[in-house]
């Protein structure tokens, strides 16, 4: 098992759900935490929490995802102590919408493929160069189960975690020949705000997703994450599909009456 303390590791999407409970997880270990979000307000209620609960050094910054130039700057405007980040968790990401592909929004699109498809790949062109320059470092991706099976009024959500897939599975084959390892967590039904801002704050019919299924938690992910994370430098994890054992796929759930 390889040690995670003082180790620094960014988090995007840090301030709800799995990223936060990521960078909780990672504080538990001693790690160097630096989180990001669009919600810095959020992030800075976090702080105190993330040392308390033993990380060596915290520090926030505000970015949005989806714009490449606020990404590139603010990975180059770290601080010398931030700037060699050694893990990356690309966790920022959303649904938006349940609707047929013929007659969705196509602001709905946007922000899917510009969140989980663009903006995990400016975070990691931001980053993984000085990985590879320093011998060092871990990507992990956030995926889904929506990956591997396409479900009825999800085509768009389901093929931008396509496209995580096929990217971790690439730029893990990109990085044949140096120490730095790719992850992609995907995950099935997670008891997050995500379903909420799906629906656009809809908070009772978010609350159905739920409903009769016990779901996973975000800390569930974060456990795997720093597992991952952890493993011995020559071991690298490629993927680590997780579902709650009310779900066998993104479409075949088992509802407690």
Excluded at 43 to 50: A, D, I, T, V, Y
């Amino acid at each position: 098992m390889g040690s995670l303390q003082g180790k620094t590791v960014l988090i995007t999407g840090a301030s709800s759900g799995i990223g936060r409970a990521t960078a909780m997880a990672f504080a538990r270990e001693g790690s160097r935490v630096l989180v990001c979000a669009r919600r810095v307000d959020r992030l800075k209620e976090l702080e105190p929490s993330l040392t308390a609960a033993g990380a060596k050094a915290v520090a926030s910054f505000e970015v949005d995802v989806q714009d490449r130039a606020a990404v590139e700057a603010a990975i180059a405007a770290l601080p010398a102590e931030w700037s060699e980040i050694d893990v990356l968790v690309n966790n920022a990401g959303l649904s938006r919408g349940l609707t047929k592909v013929y007659e969705d929004d196509p602001q709905n699109w946007e922000e899917m493929i510009d969140t989980n498809v663009k903006g995990l790949l400016y975070v990691t062109r931001a980053v993984v160069p000085g990985m590879v320059s320093r011998g060092r470092g871990h990507v992990v991706n956030l995926g889904s189960t929506a990956a591997y099976i396409t479900y009825a009024n999800g085509a768009v959500y389901c093929a931008t975690k396509a496209a995580e897939k096929s990217i971790s599975e690439g730029l893990k084959i990109d990085l044949m020949g140096t120490p730095v390892r790719v992850t992609s967590v995907d995950a099935g039904m997670v008891e997050t705000e995500f379903s909420e801002v799906r629906f656009r704050g809809d908070r009772e019919r978010a609350e159905k997703v739920y409903q009769n299924i016990t779901p996973l938690q975000p800390e569930d992910l974060a456990d795997a994450i720093v597992w991952a994370a952890s493993r011995p430098a020559h071991v690298n994890i490629h993927t680590v599909v997780m579902t709650t054992i009310d779900q066998a796929n993104s479409v075949v759930f088992h509802r407690h009456s």
